[in-house]
């Protein structure tokens, strides 16, 4: 038998502290079908990523409203081969940003969607099959060979041949390269909006993907042309230590988000950073660390406004788009 203690005379305890308990939780009562009306109910739900995408979208329209900002756009190359290509294109239609930090699956899947079609499919199809078929899978969605591999290699090696041949350059950067694919690229492409609105972008990973390897081969017949990735960095220090302020918007992880928070470490810090991720933070890696870890490497400020939010891009992204354009204040 569990012998019975008297409980020992608790001290009186203090009544809550105000200044923590500030925000009470508010039901839904959704009266709406505006998605600005429904994101910004978000705030007060107390729902757990609800809230850190209501913030978030708070953060990013103060950061687009911040004359003296300087803003990032980072994102992984995947979420070009869906339909969020359109939201990318458009944020840089409407100059939303002044940088684009990306990787070469971005710039493959935006010149091969150019010409030519993606299909949607399912997660669970066969891949011995599809193979068979001549049909890559990612994701869910279905890519044909021909409408990829093919239709890079004929747009980046006739750019190519255009700068080397036509405009006799023997030493180039990446971002400059890819400002000329995306001088050829049509409307739909978020390459030839960079170039439009001279907003370069930066692919530190350049010769991961078709893009890279074309360069490669190129160089195979044309020894004296070069790709001077260090200009690329030169461009990166030119924005970080110009600028009064720096914010960014990092949709994925890896390689285009740690170079967007590497670079802002050199000027203390952004000031406004905003995170979306599905991947957990136990794991030590860059994808899966919060926005606040940054901080203690210098690279986010102590004080920055800064949210990570977890949760699946495509999903998210025209939510957080829409919001930002449909509710300006």
Same mark, same amino acid.
């Given at each position: 038998?569990?012998?019975?203690?008297?409980?020992?005379?608790?001290? $009186?305890?203090?009544?809550?502290?105000?200044?923590?308990?500030?925000?009470?939780?508010?039901?839904?009562?959704?009266?709406?079908?505006?998605?600005?009306?429904? &994101?910004?109910?978000?705030?007060?739900?107390?729902?757990?990523?609800? =809230?850190? /995408? +209501?913030?978030?979208?708070?953060?990013?329209?103060? @950061?687009?409203?911040?004359?003296?900002?300087?803003?990032? /756009?980072?994102?992984?190359?995947?979420?070009?081969? =869906?339909?969020?290509? !359109?939201?990318?294109?458009? @944020?840089?239609? *409407?100059? @939303?940003?002044?940088?684009?930090?990306?990787?070469? !699956?971005?710039?493959? *899947?935006?010149?091969?969607?150019?010409?030519? %079609?993606?299909?949607?499919?399912?997660?669970?199809?066969?891949?011995?099959?599809?193979?068979?078929?001549?049909?890559?899978?990612?994701?869910?969605?279905?890519?044909? $060979?021909?409408?990829?591999?093919?239709?890079?290699?004929?747009?980046?090696?006739?750019?190519?041949?255009?700068?080397?041949?036509?405009?006799?350059?023997?030493?180039? +950067?990446?971002?400059?390269?890819?400002? *000329?694919?995306?001088?050829?690229?049509?409307?739909?492409?978020?390459?030839?909006?960079?170039?439009?609105?001279?907003?370069? &972008?930066? &692919?530190?990973?350049?010769?991961? !993907?078709?893009?890279?390897?074309?360069?490669?081969?190129?160089?195979? $017949?044309? %020894?004296?042309?070069?790709?001077?990735?260090?200009?690329?960095?030169?461009?990166?220090?030119?924005?970080?230590?110009?600028?009064?302020?720096?914010?960014?918007?990092?949709?994925?992880?890896?390689?285009?988000? *740690?170079?967007?928070?590497?670079?802002?470490?050199?000027?203390?810090?952004?000031?406004?950073?905003?995170?979306?991720?599905?991947? +957990?933070?136990?794991?030590?890696?860059?994808?899966?660390?919060?926005?606040?870890?940054?901080?203690?490497?210098?690279?986010?400020?102590?004080?920055? @406004?800064?949210?990570?939010?977890?949760?699946?891009?495509?999903?998210? /992204?025209?939510?957080?788009?829409? =919001?930002?354009?449909?509710?300006?204040?």
């Amino acid at each position: 038998m569990i012998p019975i203690v008297s409980p020992r005379k608790s001290k $009186q305890k203090k009544s809550p502290n105000k200044k923590i308990l500030v925000r009470g939780v508010k039901d839904y009562e959704i009266k709406s079908d505006s998605v600005t009306s429904i &994101v910004n109910d978000m705030a007060n739900s107390g729902g757990f990523e609800s =809230t850190n /995408l +209501s913030v978030g979208t708070q953060i990013l329209r103060k @950061m687009g409203k911040d004359p003296s900002c300087t803003r990032f /756009l980072s994102f992984v190359g995947a979420i070009l081969s =869906t339909g969020v290509r !359109g939201i990318i294109r458009d @944020m840089l239609k *409407h100059k @939303m940003f002044d940088c684009v930090i990306t990787t070469c !699956g971005a710039l493959d *899947h935006d010149i091969a969607r150019a010409s030519a %079609k993606y299909y949607s499919g399912d997660l669970r199809m066969d891949d011995r099959m599809l193979h068979k078929h001549n049909v890559h899978r990612l994701g869910n969605i279905l890519v044909p $060979q021909d409408s990829y591999g093919p239709r890079i290699e004929e747009a980046v090696q006739s750019c190519l041949k255009t700068v080397y041949y036509d405009k006799s350059i023997r030493n180039i +950067s990446p971002h400059e390269l890819i400002k *000329h694919i995306g001088s050829t690229l049509d409307e739909s492409s978020f390459l030839y909006w960079a170039f439009k609105n001279d907003i370069p &972008v930066i &692919v530190p990973g350049i010769v991961d !993907g078709a893009v890279g390897s074309q360069i490669w081969f190129f160089h195979q $017949q044309h %020894k004296d042309f070069n790709i001077d990735i260090l200009s690329d960095e030169t461009k990166l220090s030119d924005f970080v230590y110009e600028a009064k302020k720096t914010g960014a918007f990092m949709i994925g992880g890896g390689i285009s988000k *740690h170079h967007t928070l590497w670079w802002n470490q050199f000027r203390g810090g952004l000031d406004y950073a905003v995170y979306i991720t599905t991947s +957990s933070e136990w794991d030590g890696s860059s994808s899966g660390a919060l926005v606040a870890e940054a901080i203690s490497w210098g690279k986010v400020k102590d004080m920055a @406004m800064q949210t990570t939010i977890h949760g699946e891009a495509t999903i998210l /992204l025209p939510f957080i788009y829409s =919001t930002l354009t449909t509710n300006p204040k």
